[in-house]
Structures are given as structure tokens and as C-alpha cells.
Nanobody, 120 residues
Framework: QVQLVESGGGLVQPGGSLRLSCAAS????????MGWHRQAPGKQREFIAR???????IYADSVKGRFTISRDNRNNTVYLQMNSLKTEDTAVYYC??????????????WGQGTQVTVSS
């Protein structure tokens, strides 16, 4: 079994910054892409960013230039540095990872989510 645990959420003022972390643990043979989604109240979950094992990132237009995704392959951890936060960034943020648990078995796993609230 694989667990993803996020941390780093909280309350921040508009224009502020937060750094989210997500650590994967359990039966891990390898991890391909890792990423972040978010879900605001009354809205569908939306893609934010994803990073390949080799470190190539992609971003949603809504966060491009403000958010930076990175990862530490040795520690199976993905990060999301969020700068210039806006009230519309308020949401529950979820990390995800495509995890190989053996040489021939893989699936996507999700964390439990961490709340980010941007408010003055």
C-alpha cells in the first residue's frame, strides 16, 4: 500500500506565499509523475501542476508564473511553492503520484488534501 501525506497548508494574506509538501511512503518501486490539483467549494477539482521524474514541469495557466513545482526523488516528495497568492487560490490542495509498486504494477494515488485559505 502507498500513502501520500500533504503538509504546509494554512491561512495566508493575499500576495503572500506558502509551500506545500507531499511525501509518498509504502511499497514503492518507482514513482513517475507527481502533481497537484485543487478543489474550491462548489467547484470541480482542477489540475494545477505536474512534474515528471526527470523534473519537467507543466502548469495550469491560472498559476503559471506564480507557482513552482519541484520534487526530491530520493525522498519521494513533491513540493508546490505558491507565491503571489490570490483569494481565488483558496481551496483544498491534493497531491497525486503515479506509483509503481512492482515491475509490472502501477496506479495513481492521492493524498488526503490540505486546506489553503487566502484571505485578509
Amino acid at each position: 500500500q502507498v500513502q501520500l501525506v500533504e503538509s504546509g497548508g494554512g491561512l495566508v494574506q493575499p500576495g503572500g506565499s506558502l509551500r506545500l509538501s507531499c511525501a509518498a511512503s509504502g511499497t514503492i518501486f518507482n514513482i513517475n509523475g507527481m502533481g497537484w490539483h485543487r478543489q474550491a467549494p462548489g467547484k470541480q477539482r482542477e489540475f494545477i501542476a505536474r512534474i515528471s521524474r526527470g523534473g519537467t514541469p507543466i502548469y495550469a495557466d491560472s498559476v503559471k508564473g506564480r507557482f513552482t513545482i519541484s520534487r526530491d526523488n530520493r525522498n519521494n516528495t513533491v513540493y508546490l511553492q505558491m507565491n503571489s497568492l490570490k483569494t481565488e487560490d483558496t481551496a483544498v490542495y491534493y497531491c497525486s503520484a503515479t506509483v509503481w509498486t512492482s515491475m509490472d504494477t502501477f496506479r495513481d494515488y492521492w493524498g488526503q488534501g490540505t486546506q489553503v485559505t487566502v484571505s485578509s
